[in-house]
T-cell receptor, first 114, second 113 residues
Framework: GENVEQHPSTLSVQEGDSAVIKCTYS??????FPWYKQELGKRPQLIID?????GEKKDQRIAVTLNKTAKHFSLHITETQPEDSAVYFC?????????????FGKGTHLIIQP | EAQVTQNPRYLITVTGKKLTVTCSQN?????MSWYRQDPGLGLRQIYY???????DKGDVPEGYKVSRKEKRNFPLILESPSPNQTSLYFC????????????FGPGTRLLVL
């Protein structure tokens, strides 16, 4: 099945700086890559996603890039703000083996320092 | 309001005592799934369902059962809970498949003693 590695596990940046979280995946058949944000004590929520026919996607301060050849994708957050503090999860679809599901990375705890 | 609900939100139980965690969505979604979240391990899929009466195993199905008798409900059943099933559980739903926005429920924190 699919395996998703996510780095770093913790990232601390100064407010206003940029943050980058990286994920690699193992299955070249994967074709959908979402990013979820989970604030403390809350449920995960989709913030952005990208499909394999696109190399980059932006939504205001958030962008995701995909390199299919290298099998990695990254989340970029610019001009970070205190409300960006959360755990971020990358994921890849499908899980492999004919199953319909997402394989998640282990998460990155993003800390925005004032 | 479109939402996914779970009950109970918190549960403390003892080893071997059967329990059910309910999940319900009001968005007419076909796809529903259950995840468990453990520190340092991220979210792992337990079971999923692509429609009524259609369920399949995810990555970590051992010790769990599910059913999908109605489109809106997808209960998670622990027939004989063990301490290693202590975790935070999330139900999620999406329109048709996992390659769409997953709408998560609020989570159920389970402690098995």
């Amino acid at each position: 099945g699919e395996n998703v590695e996510q780095h770093p596990s913790t990232l601390s940046v100064q407010e206003g700086d940029s943050a980058v979280i990286k994920c690699t995946y193992s299955d070249s058949a994967s074709n959908y890559f979402p990013w979820y944000k989970q604030e403390l004590g809350k449920r995960p929520q989709l913030i952005i996603d990208i499909r394999s026919n696109v190399g980059e996607k932006k939504d205001q301060r958030i962008a995701v890039t995909l390199n299919k050849t290298a099998k990695h994708f990254s989340l970029h957050i610019t001009e970070t703000q205190p409300e960006d503090s959360a755990v971020y999860f990358c994921a890849a679809y499908p899980v492999g083996g004919g199953a319909d599901g997402l394989t998640f990375g282990k998460g990155t705890h993003l800390i925005i320092q004032p | 309001e479109a939402q996914v609900t779970q009950n109970p939100r918190y549960l403390i139980t003892v080893t071997g005592k059967k329990l059910t965690v309910t999940c319900s969505q009001n968005m007419n979604h076909e796809y529903m799934s259950w995840y468990r979240q453990d520190p340092g391990l991220g979210l792992r899929q337990i079971y999923y369902s692509m429609n009524v009466e259609v369920t399949d195993k995810g990555d970590v199905p051992e010790g769990y059962k599910v059913s999908r008798k109605e489109k809106r409900n997808f209960p998670l059943i622990l027939e004989s809970p063990s301490p290693n099933q202590t975790s935070l559980y999330f139900c999620a739903s999406s329109s048709t498949t996992a390659q769409e926005t997953q709408y998560f429920g609020p989570g159920t924190r389970l402690l098995v003693l």
